[in-house]
């Protein structure tokens, strides 16, 4: 099993709901909610390219932003560091780094077909 | 309860690059709804406004214009809903109006987005998304809403060239406005080959950037005849929210908020659906047009370019939508356009729209987006005979 980032959020206590992000309370039931850990693997919802960036992200256009559901986990927002050919919706991706307060993906890796009996 | 009704209107047109202040834009559309009243003295003025702090670094925005119109010693308040700050606006007025203490109030919205770099009013609009967990990932709003309209073709097989018909339609609509910011025909050809801003949404997907104020005069609708022949009865005002965030939501090609709004604003204005004559919709974003006929009951999910496709949307269809060019071609001065909305609802209902007049119209919705949904006003207009 290679090495995977866990990615930790908070889970409703009463209704299940979970975030990436630190909530006070949450949002759909305003219960308690409970710091956990998720696995750092998912599935892009629907993704986007940002050419025309904010203050601050200039150099860094054209960049790839997507929508996440987490396996087992809360849907998030995040960058893919692929490039936008290889982005697709329903694409596989790996949780690289969790740097300035913005999780970053990538495409998760295929099995080399290779070294596949 | 007390009923309030719009008894004049007054609107700026919509440029980009002038030098005009807020000051003198919101002065403009205020003095011409004032004057449209015949009123001089009003009890309470209310300010719909997003980013006046951010980009002219000037807010109190309440006190300021009630000095530039000579109404010192009223109660003032500045209303920020991000986008959907001229609806708000005009909601907390209609409530003001309902609670009795005051009489006949001013609302207006005024926003400056011109002569800033991009960056810099892009960074602005991402105020209304959630500036801890979102605005760190680079995403803009175009961003946001390109990943709604990538979703939305996704899961209903729309092609992005059936969606391009609402800027098609606002950009013809707008030719007869005087007061619209691109008074310029285009074609499906010319959306879907302008430059891509955030794939997929291209440049003639998004609304532009303008400056522009609208304002309107309220009262109780049982006096309202004393100011003016043709008064417009706010039929019902709502408000409804959603999270904060687009990723927070299971199902991002809806907006809940709007749903619920119009679900109560039809509700207490007794009508439905298809009762409504005349719609004006947010259509910041081409994709969000065509949401807001399905969110709003015109159609189902999934189906809201078929009523672009058979032409009801069009001024002499069966649901006249954006007639003076919407947001995306009579402009959007982000917090001012709710209030362009209800001014120009008020213009047709009164039979005053002049060559973007629905004839007989009686009815209109004007729905306004706050953020990426995340605040929705909407007023039902009924015209008084």
């Known amino acids: 099993m290679p090495f995977s980032l866990q990615l930790t959020g908070y889970v409703c206590r009463k209704c299940g709901w979970a975030d990436f992000h630190p909530v006070n309370l949450c949002p759909r039931c305003s219960g308690e909610v409970k710091q956990s850990t998720f696995a750092g693997e998912g599935k892009i919802v629907t993704y986007t390219v940002i050419r025309y960036p904010p203050k601050g992200f200039e150099n860094q256009a054209p960049y790839v932003v997507a929508i996440i559901d987490i396996e087992n986990g809360p849907r998030v927002i995040g960058r893919v560091s692929n490039s936008v050919d290889e982005v697709k919706i329903g694409s596989s991706v790996t949780l690289l780094s969790t740097r300035e307060d913005a999780l970053e993906f990538r495409l998760s890796a295929l099995p080399n077909p290779d070294t596949v009996p | 309860m007390r009923e309030a009704a719009v008894i004049g209107v007054g609107m700026t047109s919509i440029t980009a690059g002038s030098r005009r202040s807020l000051t003198d834009l919101f002065v403009e559309a205020a003095k011409q709804a004032l004057d449209d009243a015949g009123v001089h003295r009003v009890d309470s003025v209310y300010v719909g406004n997003m980013m006046s702090g951010f980009l002219q670094n000037q807010e109190h ?55 800033y770099a991009t960056p810099e009013v892009t960074t602005g609009l991402m105020m209304a998304e959630d500036r801890l967990n979102v605005a760190p990932t680079g995403v803009t709003f175009v961003g946001l809403n390109a990943m709604i309209a990538r979703e939305y073709m996704h899961r209903y097989r729309v092609t992005h060239e059936s969606i391009a018909q609402f800027p098609v339609l606002c950009h013809r609509n707008a030719l007869d406005n005087p007061k619209a910011q691109f008074r310029k025909k285009i074609d499906l050809q010319d959306v879907l080959q302008s430059p891509l801003v955030a794939d997929p ?48 939501r299971p199902n991002i090609t809806t907006f809940e908020a709007s749903k619920q709004a119009a679900g109560r604003a039809y509700k207490i204005a007794g009508v439905k659906p298809k009762d409504i004559d005349v719609l004006e919709v947010h259509d910041a974003f081409s994709i969000l047009g065509v949401m807001a006929l399905e969110d709003l009951g015109f159609a189902e999910k999934g189906s809201g370019t078929q009523l672009l496709d058979e032409g009801e949307c069009n001024r002499d269809g069966r649901l006249p939508t954006n007639t003076f060019g919407g947001l995306k071609a009579r402009g959007h001065p982000v917090g001012a356009s709710g209030l362009y909305q209800i001014a120009e609802l008020a213009m047709q209902l009164k039979n005053e729209a002049d060559k973007c007049q629905v004839p007989g119209a009686e009815v209109g919705l004007a729905q306004s987006v706050g953020g990426i949904g995340s605040t929705v006003a909407i007023h039902i207009l009924r015209g008084i005979n």
């Open chain 2, 201 to 248: 949404l291209r440049l003639l997907d998004c609304s532009g950037i303008g400056d522009g104020a609208a304002a309107v005069v309220l009262a109780p609708k049982n006096i309202a005849k004393k100011f003016t022949d043709c008064p417009v009865e706010v039929a019902a005002s709502t408000i409804a929210s959603d999270t904060i965030s687009l990723y927070q």
């Open chain 2, 61 to 115: 925005l309440g006190a300021l214009m009630a000095t530039a119109l000579g109404q010192e010693g009223v109660p003032t308040y500045k209303v920020e809903g991000a986008c959907a700050s001229g609806g708000v606006a005009v909601n907390a007025a209609v409530k003001a109006l309902f609670s009795g203490l005051e009489e006949i109030v001013l609302v207006g919205a005024v926003e400056k987005m011109s002569g």
